[in-house]
């Protein structure tokens, strides 16, 4: 089959931390992207197949002797070129351009002004006005190379956007990829539309086709084993594994004990019944709660449970025969390599094992289909092929689960009185149309016995902390800000309903200082 994206775009990245956000922004215009660091074998940039090029920002200085330089076939490229920060420092001082130390860093919001048409303004900024921008640099280009122009101008960077049309070269000194510049986006759309004068081909349609037909071809007529977890990644991977090769997959659902009301349940029946995927239940709460029974460290409880969680899926994963592979849910940030923050040589390749170390222990091959995709593709994908909202909009959910939301020690007793409690909360927030607009929220059942009134009676009980959160991808995080009158209710309805429980507090911590999870 061919393939179905042609319009594929490159980032050439010089290390900054937010290259993956222009990769995010391309993928939103509805451009196929992906990121390669600037000290990748050369060969890689000129076997991508890219119809346009984007040159990143950096940490380092092009004065410095050892300064990342743009890769030979991207330099000798007339494909239409972006460069953005120390990506326009490189372009200008490679090909005659002059750029100095500046006298102070210019970091955070700026205005341009814009002083001449450019393709990368189009339908976006006229001549004369101005806009915000989000600059950060210390650098700064003073003397442009033949052939270039400005468009417009900043106080502090009389270079901010610059443009060699005829040799279909642009740049900026700003950031277009973050949020803080709102019309960003927009530039950067300009750039792949109006400048290079490609069209949108990247969509969740597009990928599925390529997915299913990449799955056949490396799994042939083998079997493939799946963990699901009842969160987003594993779930959308069944499926589209599931539509790729059809009953050849078998999905291994371990309940550890430390799940949600009635989660477990409703992965049996959404994944046996409505999609009709082989699944293998193995209910080892009793194996896990046993295992967890006086560990209090957090660490060790995370331990504990991965160890065993991979005892428990080796086992019944052994009795497939002819199984081959292991599907994971990896994603396009655990894998992307990043070029470390001194700018140096020095390349490293995050990975991540969900069952850590077992296709090893097994011998299987990896299946994962959504190594090149960000999370909120995944949610696409899985809107694309149907899936209901109430499981690919669902809120992330640890491994550990209920585990690292007891501290001290964990009880039978004590899971069930936070699986009442939280299921009471996100009800609630279901009910009052928050859940959408929240990132992750949930309830914490702490060790800690607190004296309360009932009726006539004086009770002892338990604490429950009530969390939400608003994020983009769980790096940082803000609280929700709810209504007092919305917690009232929620705390009302736990102390009356679930016994074990006489107070609940708010948790008002951003991430950073405070982690989202309790432990
Ligand atoms: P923290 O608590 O570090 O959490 O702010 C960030 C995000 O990661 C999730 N999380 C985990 N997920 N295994 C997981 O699969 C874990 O041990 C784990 N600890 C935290 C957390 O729920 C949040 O979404």
Redesign the pocket.
């Known amino acids: 089959m061919s393939d179905p994206v042609s319009n594929r775009i490159l980032i050439v990245d010089f290390g900054s931390q937010v290259t993956q956000l222009i990769a995010r922004r391309v993928r939103e215009a509805g451009f196929y992207s992906e990121i390669i660091p600037y000290n990748a074998d050369p060969a890689r940039f000129a076997d991508f197949g890219a119809r346009a090029i984007i040159l990143s920002g950096g940490p380092a200085s092009v004065l410095n002797e050892d300064a990342p330089t743009i890769p030979a076939p991207v330099a000798a490229s007339t494909l239409p070129m972006l460069g953005i920060c120390y990506g326009q420092q490189a372009l200008m001082h490679e090909t005659g351009g002059t750029v100095s130390k500046g006298t102070a860093q210019e970091f955070g919001r700026a205005d341009v002004t814009v002083a001449e048409d450019c393709a990368l303004f189009d339908g976006l900024w006229e001549t004369g006005s101005s806009h915000p921008v989000w600059m950060s640099h210390g650098d700064k280009v003073t003397a442009l190379a033949q052939g270039w122009r400005v468009v417009a101008a900043s106080e502090g960077a009389p270079f901010a956007v610059i443009e060699n049309p005829t040799a279909n070269r642009y740049a900026v000194q700003f950031h277009p990829e973050v949020h803080h510049t709102p019309d960003g986006a927009g530039l950067i759309r300009n750039f792949l539309t109006k400048v290079a004068g490609l069209e949108p081909d990247w969509s969740m349609a597009s990928f599925r086709a390529e997915a299913i037909a990449k799955i056949r071809a490396q799994v042939g007529d083998k079997r493939v084993i799946c963990g699901l977890s009842g969160g987003v990644d594993s779930s959308v991977a069944a499926v589209l594994i599931h539509e790729a090769i059809g009953d050849r997959l078998t999905c291994i659902f371990v309940d550890h004990g430390m799940l949600r009301k009635n989660e477990g349940a409703e992965v049996v029946s959404l994944f046996r019944d409505t999609y009709n995927i082989p699944l293998i239940h193995v209910d080892a709460s009793a194996t896990f709660l046993g295992a967890l029974a006086g560990v209090s460290d957090p660490e060790t409880k ?1 331990k504990t449970i ?1 160890g065993l969680f991979i005892d428990v899926f080796e086992a019944e994963a052994k009795k497939i025969e002819g199984a081959a592979f292991l599907a994971q849910g990896t994603l396009y940030p655990d894998v992307i390599e990043s070029v470390s923050v001194t700018g140096g040589p020095s390349v490293t390749i995050k990975s991540h094992h ?1 069952v850590g170390g077992l296709p090893e222990r097994m011998d299987l091959e990896l299946v994962e289909p959504f190594r090149l995709l960000f999370k909120d593709e995944v949610r696409a994908l899985g809107y694309e092929m149907g899936m209901p909202h109430s499981l690919v909009g669902r809120h ?5 689960g209920l585990a ?1 939301r007891i501290p001290g020690d964990i009880t039978p007793e004590r899971a069930s009185i936070l699986r009442e409690a939280d299921a009471i909360y996100i009800e609630e927030i279901r009910r009052a149309g928050l859940y959408d607009e929240i ?2 929220a949930f309830a914490v059942l702490l060790p800690v016995k607190t004296v309360g009134v009932m009726g006539d009676g004086r009770t002892y009980e338990s604490v429950c902390g009530l969390r939400a959160v608003t ?1 983009v991808d ?2 940082t ?1 803000d609280v929700y800000p709810f209504d007092p009158a919305f917690l009232g209710r929620v705390a009302t309805r736990i102390v009356n309903e679930v016994r074990g429980i006489n107070r609940v507090v708010y948790d008002i911590t951003t ?1 950073p200082p ?6």
Do not use: L
């Not at 992330?396 to 550990?400: K, R, V």
């Open positions: 995370r991965g969900n992330p959910f640890p491994g550990p690292i990132w992750q994020s769980g790096m995080a991430k405070g982690t989202i999870e309790w432990e």
